[in-house]
């Protein structure tokens, strides 16, 4: 299954980690807070690690 891209500047879905796929950026992003730019133009990112929660 493949991942959707996800443009830069878009608010992050949910809270987690995410990749520019074919290159070594990843960034740790925050749900609904804006991704941060790519290193090159028409790049974008997916989500490859959602942030896991302990229910205390």
Known sequence: ???KTIPPGTPAPSS?????PG????VT???GK????TPK?????IEVDKT???NN
């Open 1 to 3: 299954m493949s991942k």
């Open 16 to 20: 987690g980690q995410y990749k520019v």
């Open 23 to 26: 290159s070594k950026v990843e």
């Open 29 to 31: 992003a925050v749900k």
């Open 34 to 37: 804006p991704l941060p730019p």
């Open 41 to 45: 133009s028409g790049q974008g990112y």
């Open 52 to 54: 896991k929660h302990k």
